[in-house]
């Protein structure tokens, strides 16, 4: 009985010492297992046995706490490598369990095994969703470039732990990265991976936009559709875009329209700019049979525009002829409209050659304009200003030129012309500028009195004056600009005396007053 108590007496002094920090539950164990090895006596071996489990449960107890906290401290920490030596070590303390006939302890371990492969999943996620988002916000990237990166992120997921993201739980990595694909792709997505239709469609229109914005009309190429159609096409083949087949069609049609709407309003305004009706039917109706969209109204609506158009030209036209008229017997504009009826026959000869012969076609100059023998010298205009009398094959480019001044100068002074392409010989224009023309022949007028004309009674008065020409306007805004960088369309509203509602309607390119670019061309007036 001595000899039991004194075995007891040892083991409750060990168990005392590892309770009072002196040794561990390791080595605890160890002397257990040591004073087992020695006893023969079944009572002590028995209570050696018991003594030995309670002090292995309570190491299991005591590794079991050290590995939640360094699970714990793996999640805050989002430390991968931590967690993959936390998973090593268990592993081997479970085939251990395992080989020792615990299967209580390995189960356990097995759980702890399953936390932390689920813990290091989750980080894993983590990881890689704040790894997307940087490099997307750092390097930018298309819709079909996020396709791509949830693609590769699927590829190397692992496919067997379950993970908890965010309270949801998921059967594997993988499982997660496919969820945040179909709803980017369904349009329920988050963070970067929102909406794949409405992200792809932003960059067509974009695209749409800036070609436009180049174009000094607005023009979209129509290559642009086929372009626009060879993308929405390919989404739509691929196998994981089924469930928005019909939604990509629409908005591939919507994007076309767009594309034709644009082009169609450019045609049209050129052609009625250029009042070249040929071309522009042409245009749209190549437009039409490329878009597959009906153009009929606005194919109706350009040749009744361009028609009513070409319906004011005579009205201009009765007024060269009447400039050719006065120019031929050196008399005043008002003195023909006087006497129509006496210079009947040469104004029906001055509209002949002034009328042109097709809508859609320039106003052919006339070959030669008859100049009289007597014809007074112009009067040189008062300071600030002179008259110039249009010769056939001038422009009023080469005008400008010669007088050292630009178009929209002469427009501006010479509001009776409304199309710089069209002028006409005979007509008196009025020159803003006082830099002297380039010199050029000048029929000299062989008398300065008042010519009779020889098929028409003698006028009852003559003129004793030319006209005099008025002085030249003050310095007048541009018609068209090109945007400088940094410009806001209220800026250049304001620097131009006008509005932005104006500035729209002017320039129909223009659908945003928040989206213009520098180097686009805006008309002014």
Known sequence: MVRYQKLRDNYSDSWSDYKSGKKSIGDHISFLKDQLTTQTDPTLVDELSKELRSAEQELFTVENNTLKNKITLAEKDKSIDLINRTITEVENKKNQAILGGRTDEATAY??????????????KVENDWNDLE??????GGTASDKLSMLDKTIGYAETNTPVLINGVNYNSEKDFWTNIKNDYIGGNGKGVFVDFVNDFKTEINNSIDKVSSMSQWGYVPISK??????????????????????RLENERLTAVAKIVDYTTTAVKNESLYTLNLTKGMSALTELQQ???IDLTVHLADLRDKITQAWATIPSQTSEAARQIVASKYGISIDEVKRNEDKYKSDLEEAMKR????LPGEPIPLPTSVPTPTSTPAPTPAPTGGQTYLIKSGDTLSRIAANYGTTVSALMAANPQITNANLIYAGQNLTIPSAKAPTPTSTPTPTSTSTPTPTSTPTPTSTPTSTPTSTLAPAPIAPTRITIPSGSTLSGLARQYGTTIANLMKLNPQITDPNKIYAGQKLTIK
Do not use: H, W
């Open 134 to 139: 940087f490099k997307f916000y750092r390097e």
């Open 110 to 123: 097995d759980i702890n095994l399953q936390a932390l492969r689920s813990a290091r999943g989750k980080i």
């Open 290 to 292: 490329r878009s597959g």
């Open 354 to 357: 002034l009328t042109p012969s």
């Open 225 to 246: 559709i086929d372009e626009v159609n060879t993308k929405y096409k390919d989404l739509i083949s691929r196998a994981d875009t089924i469930a928005i087949r019909d």
